[in-house]
């Protein structure tokens, strides 16, 4: 069974300029959530799609900040425009709608913003 | 406020050596208590789920138990392969996840 794979698994962009963050749950979960750490600190709640639907984006920093889930499969994380202190790993995971609490992760994405 | 807070931040421990780990949680509405491990350049890996104080799981050397204020990791006569940051986070009403900063094991020969 394929993990959750994300992708690219690295991005290095200067401010200013728009960077989009791909993942791919595991076939069959119907959970996705965004999540992402700054360097030095926790990782944070961003974002929770239940198929196609947001369910909570209450993690949302802000409004450069756009989510997107086509068709209840992947997803995309949007930055635009990037700044500063957007910079960290951006984790996905996804999970099953009954045992929804068992998250798989990707590996993430390492973006740095300069 | 919900906090987790896990210490110590870095364990360096001798082949054979065992440690415990700790998280300790604030959280209104706890559902459930989880450690991951993650390997560098990895996402965290599922370790564990505890619901309740009192409850216990154990996975070849590594076992976990939770009280009403914490969980703690404990890691018997641990390999140099268990090296990684072992992650809690907490589950909370309304479905969201909270995680500690982590603790950074290494274990040497």
């Known amino acids: 069974e394929a993990g959750v794979t994300q992708f690219p698994s690295h991005s290095v962009i200067e401010k200013g300029q728009t960077v989009t963050l791909r993942c791919d749950p595991i076939?069959?979960?119907?959970?996705l959530y965004w999540y992402r750490r700054v360097m030095g600190k926790e990782i944070k709640f961003l974002l929770h799609?239940?198929?196609?639907?947001?369910?909570?984006e209450s993690g949302m920093p802000n409004n450069r900040f756009l989510a997107e889930r086509t068709g209840g499969t992947y997803s995309t994380l949007k930055v635009q425009p990037a700044e500063l202190e957007d910079s960290g790993v951006y984790f996905c995971?996804?999970?099953?709608?009954?045992?929804?609490?068992?998250?798989?992760f990707g590996s993430g994405t390492q973006l740095s913003v300069l | 406020e919900d906090q987790v807070t896990q210490s110590p931040e870095a364990l360096r421990l001798q082949e054979g050596e065992s440690s415990s780990l700790n998280c300790s949680y604030t959280?209104?509405?706890?559902?459930?208590l989880f450690w991951y491990r993650q390997d560098p350049g990895k996402g965290p890996e599922f370790l564990f789920t505890?619901?309740?104080a009192g409850e216990e799981k154990e996975k070849e050397r590594l076992k976990a138990t939770l009280t009403k204020k914490e969980s703690f990791l404990h890691i018997t006569a641990p390999k140099p392969e268990d090296s990684a940051t072992y992650l809690c986070?907490?589950?909370?009403?309304?479905?969201?996840?909270?995680f500690g900063t982590g603790t950074s094991l290494t274990v040497i020969p």
């Open positions: 995971a996804s999970s099953h709608l009954s045992g929804r609490e068992k998250l798989f």
């Open positions: 076939s069959g979960h119907d959970n």
């Open positions: 799609f239940v198929k196609e639907s947001k369910q909570d």
């Open positions: 959280v209104s509405g706890l559902r459930g």
């Open positions: 505890l619901y309740s």
């Open positions: 986070a907490v589950w909370r009403t309304g479905n969201q996840f909270y």
